[in-house]
């Protein structure tokens, strides 16, 4: 069976380490795992996705010009992707990308923080990019010979979760990481920092990789029924 080669990036505050366990996970699945770091700490996004694409154009280099990769991203890694995927280049090469925990619609915490601790997003200048006004800026792209999917989490045991009025996973709401044009959604009982460690997570990974979506079941009776944005969302 041919490999399926995934690039994991992780999230704000953290580096390739973060991602180890789902890297083994998706091993045993028969991918073949490039993690990378990124400056997501101290510097905007814009600076990390400029190095981010740097390694996928070498990646490509180093594989068959009929390969194609996984892109695949926890919370702020998933940003990156998105943001890579604004230029047209090498999207060809690209076969799936899923966004984990990812705050596609903005941060709330950044939010509370750019107006309450401001001096917060200017020493932790990924914080100021996961703001509302600024994630809005990277557009979603439509482009139907990538499919994107998006996991969710709803756990919010973290403290900061408490700070949030929706449901969440203790960084990111719900309503957050789901968006439009979704090839497809899926919501797990998990918290932020332990959703992508989940053998689960990564199994579900490899099935959208494989066929486009997370599962081919609806187990609502696992979360309760689901609302994104005034609908019933499976």
Known sequence: MKEKISILIHGYNKNKNDMSTLSENLKKLNHKCISVN????????????????????????????DEKVN??????????????????????????CILIATPNNGSELADMASNYFNVLTYIFKTLKSLKTENVRRINFINDERIRIGAIAGKNNKLLLGKLLKEENDGRVTINSVYYEGLEDFVILPHQHKEIHYKWETAKLIDNFVETGKFTSECKLSDYGKIFIKGREYC
């Open 71 to 96: 892109l695949i991203g926890h919370s702020t890694g998933g940003l990156i992707i998105r943001n890579y995927l604004l230029k047209p280049k090498n999207r060809d090469r690209i076969n799936s």
């Open 38 to 65: 990124l400056p997501l700490t101290y510097k905007e996004i814009d600076h990390a996705a400029f190095i981010f694409e740097e390694i996928v154009e070498e990646t490509l280099k180093e594989i068959g010009q």
